[in-house]
């Protein structure tokens, strides 16, 4: 008897003692994010609250749409993801580079450039009603990312190598940062813990990796003088950093913490947009099929598929006839990619499973299209960082 009881004594100790161990393990991984940032709950999975299907409240009840901002036709064409048809039309600003969901998700912000010129100004889409509102004049905003915890909105001012940080919501000027050897700045991500961000300097063959704590540059890093890179992704446990290319015709791997290049990856011709599939195994490649700025219709244009897992193209998904793949992102369903035509004045869509794409007519050199909603609690920008 005696024994028994020790027996269970010495059990249940045990069972005590691997839940002690788990908790701490579970402790040891715990990410500290930035203040105001919502936690990470998969340290290896940066991009499990974006997974399948899981919709925020603020979101679940907004039309399925496809918002593609045309560069030259000034407009912006809204299409039904479930007919594959052109549902809708607006006029916004000179210049529409990106759609690019607010961080609370309540608002989708077109960033109107004005290349070569000075009335930039961002136009806001009501996603409940896929209708604009009235534009707020901006320096240059090529793009648009969001700090971590959501309290400002960051203008990539191209032109300037310049990070302007404004209100979420009216766009007032709040403050600058200057970035003087990134020039072309333009496309970013964030680390997993929100302390840091990676922008790449399209025109300058570098990266810029800026404290968004402190906000000041920690440092700049030369891929390759000839090179002009395009969007960046990072992996799913926020170690490495993915660097489309268009010169290089692959993706440069970047240790974010130590911003080191780690590997590369060849893709195709002119690589440019970057897109994690719904499960966060995969990462979906667009090359647009040229290396020039402003390249031929009909170009050798493709998507490769990365496997986050083995860092190895597992598949490459042609064209047929030729394209210009260059930016967008993957339904909430992870069943379709959506991309726009560049150079062919179209919008694809990629089934997931069989790399088949339908084609669809749009205005004049569609560029950064939105798919709306998508899953995820708030969006660093962009055409939806999801997380």
């Known amino acids: 008897m005696k024994s028994d009881r020790f027996g269970r004594l010495a059990l ?23 203040a105001g940032m919502p936690p990470v709950t998969n340290p290896s999975n940066m991009y499990s609250n974006a997974g399948y299907d899981m919709l925020s409240p603020v979101v679940a009840n907004d039309p399925a749409r496809i918002y593609v901002p045309n560069l030259r036709s000034n407009d ?40 070569g010129r000075n009335d930039g100004s961002l136009t806001p889409i009501d996603p409940k009603t896929g209708k604009p509102g009235k534009a707020d004049p901006v320096d240059d905003p090529y793009n ?19 990070l302007d940080f404004r209100d979420p919501h009216t766009m007032a000027l709040k403050s600058r940062l200057s970035a003087p050897e990134c020039k072309g700045i333009n496309h970013a991500d964030f680390s997993i813990d929100g302390k840091y961000a990676i922008f790449t300097c399209e025109f300058g063959g570098k990266l810029v990796k800026i404290d968004m704590v402190n906000r000041k540059v920690l440092g700049y890093l030369l891929l390759n003088k000839r090179g002009m ?16 290319d268009m010169m290089a015709d692959g993706v440069y791997l970047i240790d974010g913490d130590s911003f080191k290049q780690i590997g590369f990856i060849k893709t195709g011709i002119g690589t ?60 909430a369903d992870g069943k379709w990619l959506w991309l726009s035509g560049r150079f062919d004045d179209v919008v694809y869509a ?15 050199e569609p560029h950064g299209l939105a798919v709306w909603p998508q899953p995820g609690r708030f969006s660093l920008g962009h055409t939806g960082i999801m997380r």
């Open 272 to 331: 440019h947009g970057l897109y994690p599939s719904r499960d966060a195994t995969k990462l979906y490649v667009a090359n647009r099929g040229s290396n020039k700025v402003h390249g031929p219709h009909g170009g050798p244009g493709s998507v490769s598929v990365i496997d986050f897992a083995t860092r190895k193209v597992v598949a490459n998904w042609p064209i047929p006839g030729g394209g210009s793949p260059d930016m967008g992102n993957v339904t």
């Open 76 to 115: 912006v064409y809204v299409i039904d993801p479930t007919t594959f048809k052109v549902v809708d039309k607006f006029p916004v600003g000179r210049s529409p580079q990106h759609v690019v969901p607010a961080w609370d998700l309540k608002t989708l912000w077109v960033t109107n450039n004005a290349e």
């Open 229 to 244: 890179p395009q969007d960046i992704r990072v992996s799913p446990d926020g170690k490495v950093f993915y660097v489309a």
């Open 12 to 34: 249940r100790a045990g069972i005590v003692l691997a839940s002690l161990c788990a908790t701490a393990a579970a402790a040891a991984q715990t990410v500290q994010t930035v």
């Open 350 to 364: 990629f089934d997931t499973a069989t790399g088949k794409v339908k084609i669809i007519k749009v205005g004049m």
């Open 144 to 162: 648009m990312y969001f700090t971590p915890d959501g309290k400002e909105a960051i203008v990539v001012a191209e032109a300037f190598a310049r």
